[in-house]
C-alpha cells in the first residue's frame, strides 16, 4: 500500500525474525514461515523503529495463534544389519521407539534393516543393539526429514518447557 516509510521496513523484518527465533509452543524456531508485508500505517508524532518492531511481532504472534502451530522432531533414516537370527527383535526394537520399518532384504547370513525413526527414540540405542545382538549388528543413522510430533509428545515437551521457564524464574 505503500503506507509504511521504506526506513521502517528493516524494523519490521526484524520484529518477525524475532518472532521466529522463538516459536510460540516450546520456544524453538520456527520453520517454513513466510511473511509478506502488504501494508500499514505511519504516524508523524508516534512511529519509530521500535513501533514497527513491535507491531510487526505483535502481528506475526497473532497470526500464529490462529494457525495451530505444531512442534516438529527430526526423523532419522536408520538402516541395521544384524545377523538373521536377530532380525524379530531389532524389527521390535525400533517399532517400540516409534520407528516405521520400511523394509528388509536378506544379504548372506545377515538382515538389513530399513526404517523411519524419531530422533528423540534413538539416544541409547547402540547399547541397545549390541545387547540384543551379541554385539553382531551394526547400524547407519541420518537425517531423512521433519515431521510433526505426536500430541502427547508435544504436550510433554510444553510442559517440560514452561517447568524450566518458572524454575528459572525461581532463581
Known sequence: GGNIPSEYIPSCE????ETMEKGPLAGYPMMWVGVKLTDGRYHVV??????FRICSRDALRETIRKASP???????????????EFQGSVIGDLSSRRGVILGSE????????QASVPLAEMFGYSTDLRSATAGKATYTME???YAQTPKMSQEKIIAERQARKEAEKKK
Open 70 to 84: 505444531v512442534i516438529l522432531e527430526p526423523i532419522m533414516k536408520v538402516e541395521v544389519e544384524t545377523p538373521n
Open 143 to 145: 537425517f531423512e526429514r
Open 46 to 51: 508516534d512511529s519509530s523503529d521500535m513501533a
Open 14 to 17: 526484524k520484529g518477525f525474525l
Open 106 to 113: 536378506t544379504r548372506g547370513d545377515d538382515t538389513v534393516i
